[in-house]
Nanobody, 127 residues
Framework: QVQLVESGGGLVQAGGSLRLSCAAS????????MGWFRQAPGKEREFVAAVRWSGGRTFYADSVKGRFTISRDNAKNTVYLQMNTLKPEDTAVYYC????????????????????WGQGTQVTVSS
């Protein structure tokens, strides 16, 4: 069992920045990778970024490349999402997720490849 708790969401003006944190606890040694997803009202949950615990390889959705940075601190079992140059379309509930294994794939942007989810943190970007 892995427990995930997100924090750092809030209200920010367009062009501003926020840093999200996701603290993992429990059987964190079983986790292969961590991902960030977001979901706006009336829309499907979409992939934002992911990082492997071992090696720290990162992956990003095209919509956030160059603006968002995912990182991890293995010692603290914590993953971060630094969000810069925020846009109104970034408004959503942001969820962190833990994957036990991506299988043979080099990366995963599929929600069904993640096994544990946090409760989410609201990010609102005003015009």
């Amino acid at each position: 069992q892995v427990q995930l708790v997100e924090s750092g969401g809030g209200l920010v003006q367009a062009g501003g920045s926020l840093r999200l944190s996701c603290a993992a606890s429990g059987r964190t040694f079983s986790s292969y990778a961590m991902g960030w997803f977001r979901q706006a009202p009336g829309k499907e949950r979409e992939f934002v970024a992911a990082v492997r615990w071992s090696g720290g390889r990162t992956f990003y959705a095209d919509s956030v490349k160059g603006r968002f940075t995912i990182s991890r601190d293995n010692a603290k079992n914590t993953v971060y999402l630094q969000m810069n140059t925020l846009k109104p379309e970034d408004t959503a509930v942001y969820y962190c997720a833990s994957s036990l294994n991506w299988g043979v794939t080099i990366s995963s942007d599929r929600p069904d490849k993640y096994d544990y989810w946090g409760q989410g943190t609201q990010v609102t970007v005003s015009s």
